[in-house]
């Protein structure tokens, strides 16, 4: 059943009075839409014929389709339609008219080479809110740099203060930029529909994936700001610093989690693991408080990873296990949040945001690559002769 948490009680969403045009390809796009649609935004992904959004074809592969477009995106519609031929910008226009929200990804002026720019949009809807999805931004030398998450946190600092003092940078293993500037996307969105709703304006919204993982440095910089040194790699509290922050190894080389940083769960950790003399060095300098890491270390790897779980049972000392994929789709909390959903005999990630009275949910699966062709362009008065004559001629 495509349904998510609350899903019972409803499957309208807060947003279902919204049409959202989706021309945007990967990750960062899609993963801001398909929070959207969740919420019951009427999500139409516009998409290039037979080739569609490059999403589709990415491994790993479940069936004919990716697994990435299974889940990233469920709950929307897809038409096809070539921007490149003429006459399709006039087809996009209407569709624009019927429309509350334009979101893409190409690089900057791309849309205003096919003619259907902005400004131009905005035409024939000046009520429009427009979201464009860049790597560095509408300005600046950098604004028709290519790049991937991996080059936008490079440039933004981040990159450059993740890892092991001894060592190089280390890449995070989830798209830092990537996620933070889609859920930037919808941040600038949802705010345009509500300044919308009081005012009557459109809005055009510019996000930078480098912007957003600039900011999400906020801890880090704030200190900078204040005339600290810059934060070296693994020198910080939050970041295997100290002793008290880490990952710990035990001896089935599985792995626990510390985030003992208020004193009263230092003290608890010190004293579940048998080093009460240590409660008082939480904060010791070095050379210190790399031996304090060492015995740490040595303690911990004397047990296996749920041994130690049983000892921290009922210990307030945010400790948590190191869990795989398998163990945090069956871990009990995961559960009862519902963030791992059984769709139809396909998995899916459940929905982050629990509205009580209007909740999202997972309607139906992801679409087939202009599957809803009929439908959107017949509710504009094209009738499938004309759906049929465009498809002769390229356009869709």
């Known amino acids: 059943m495509w349904l998510g948490r609350f899903g019972r009680k ?19 796009g899609n993963y801001a839409t398909m ?4 919420l019951g935004a009427d999500v139409i992904k516009v998409e290039e014929p037979e080739r569609g ?11 004919a389709s990716s697994a990435m477009h299974q889940v990233m995106n469920r709950n929307k519609k897809s038409i096809t339609l070539n921007l490149k031929t003429p006459g399709a910008a006039d087809i996009f226009l209407r569709l624009v008219s019927t429309a509350d929200v334009v979101i893409e990804s190409f690089r900057p002026g791309v849309m205003d080479k096919l003619g259907v720019g902005y400004e131009r949009l905005k035409e024939t809807k000046p009520d429009l809110i427009y979201a464009a999805i860049t790597g560095f931004g509408q300005d600046g030398p950098y604004r028709m740099h290519v790049g991937h998450d991996i080059n936008y946190i490079a440039i933004g600092g981040l990159l450059g203060v993740t890892g092991t003092p001894s060592g190089p940078p280390v890449l995070p293993s989830v798209q830092v930029a990537d996620l933070s500037g889609a859920m930037m996307a919808v941040v600038g969105v949802l705010a345009a ?61 599985r792995y ?13 950790l010190c004293n579940t693991i048998g080093l009460e003399e240590l409660a008082v060095e939480q904060f010791a300098p070095e050379p210190r408080r790399s031996e ?14 749920d041994e130690w779980m049983l000892e921290f049972a009922g210990v307030d ?20 949040r519902e963030m791992i959903l059984d769709a139809g005999g396909l998995r899916q990630m459940g929905i982050p945001l629990k509205l009580a009275n209007s909740p999202g949910s997972v309607r139906r ?32």
């Open 365 to 396: 699966p992801a679409p087939e690559l202009g599957e809803h062709n009929d439908e959107v362009y017949g509710a504009l008065g094209v009738t499938p002769g004309e759906i049929a004559r465009m498809g002769a001629e390229g356009v869709i």
């Open 35 to 38: 929070l959207l649609a969740d």
């Open 10 to 28: 409803s499957v309208s969403g807060p947003l279902s009075d919204v049409t959202i045009l989706d021309l945007t390809r990967l990750q960062p």
């Open 256 to 268: 626990l989690s510390v985030g003992a940083i208020e004193p009263q769960f230092w003290n608890a």
């Open 53 to 63: 959004d490059y999403a589709r074809w990415m491994p790993p592969m479940v069936g």
């Open 193 to 253: 529909l509500h300044r919308r709703s009081a005012t009557g304006q459109g809005e055009y919204i510019d996000v930078a994936m480098m912007d957003a993982a600039i900011s999400w440095l906020a801890l880090h910089l704030s200190g900078w700001f204040a005339g600290d040194e810059q934060l070296q790699r693994g020198a910080g509290f939050l970041n295997g610093g100290y002793p008290f922050y880490r990952v710990y190894r035990c001896a089935d080389e």
């Open 317 to 336: 000392a945010c400790v948590a296990p190191v869990n795989d994929f398998e163990e945090m789709a069956a871990d009990p909390q995961v559960a009862v």
């Open 292 to 305: 304090i890491h060492a015995v740490l270390e040595e303690r911990f790897e004397s047990k296996t990873r």
